[in-house]
T-cell receptor, first 111, second 112 residues
Framework: GEDVEQSLFLSVREGDSSVINCTYT??????LYWYKQEPGAGLQLLTY?????DMKQDQRLTVLLNKKDKHLSLRIADTQTGDSAIYFC???????????FGTGTRLKVLA | ETGVTQSPTHLIKTRGQQVTLRCSSQ?????VSWYQQALGQGPQFIFQ???????GRGNFPPRFSGLQFPNYSSELNVNALELDDSALYLC???????????FGPGTRLTVL
């Protein structure tokens, strides 16, 4: 089946690292994505990882993929107040071209 | 800014009415996907259009229909609106069917 799960909330202090977790069920996913959504706005693509990779680093962002456990995480180093938003993970399903999104994790960064 | 635009930004309709939402894709992109995002939820895939033809559909009833034009812009039409249709409707364009999707700002539809 197709299901993507995320924890609903995460609160961190400014300057700390944030880790947002995601689990998915479909083993035929090709790419996994992280999107950021600020209030009243659309989705901003942050980064993505191909399903045969374990890790991808992009400036302050590190994506880890454990394909065996179907677990994806996004680490944000030196979290800033501007990082406060909802973060969605999404998987693209091979052969269908649609994205399956999680319910989103609301990250709150405390000054 | 992704270069994907949507209109209108907000819309209020009543139950039973029909609505048309519009999306202009990023230059050079031939694929548009539509998603419905209910409050507090992640986006749900409605359908995708590739080169003017429907290329996949999610679990939405036939009263949700779409169109893609020769310039690759797209419309989402919803007939017989229900209260549960109230949501943010997002379109995303991509270079082709299996490339990453870039989202527009969305149209917030309220059905009273």
């Amino acid at each position: 089946g197709e299901d993507v799960e995320q924890s609903l909330f995460l609160s961190v202090r400014e300057g700390d690292s944030s880790v947002i977790n995601c689990t998915y069920t479909d083993s035929s996913s090709t790419y996994l994505y992280w999107y950021k959504q600020e209030p009243g706005a659309g989705l901003q693509l942050l980064t993505y990882i191909f399903s045969n990779m374990d890790m991808k680093q992009d400036q302050r962002l590190t994506v880890l993929l454990n394909k065996k456990d179907k677990h994806l995480s996004l680490r944000i180093a030196d979290t800033q107040t501007g990082d406060s938003a909802i973060y969605f993970c999404a998987e693209s399903i091979s052969g269908t071209y649609k994205y399956i999104f999680g319910t989103g994790t609301r990250l709150k960064v405390l000054a | 800014e992704t270069g994907v635009t949507q209109s209108p930004t907000h819309l209020i309709k009543t139950r039973g009415q029909q609505v048309t939402l519009r999306c202009s894709s990023q230059s050079g992109h031939n694929t548009v996907s539509w998603y419905q995002q209910a409050l507090g939820q992640g986006p749900q895939f409605i359908f995708q259009y590739y080169r003017e033809e429907e290329n996949g559909r999610g679990n939405f009833p036939p009263r949700f229909s779409g169109l893609q034009f020769p310039n690759y812009s797209s419309e989402l039409n919803v007939n017989a609106l229900e209260l549960d249709d109230s949501a943010l409707y997002l379109c995303a364009s991509s270079l082709s069917r299996d490339n990453e999707q870039f989202f527009g700002p969305g149209t917030r539809l309220t059905v009273l």
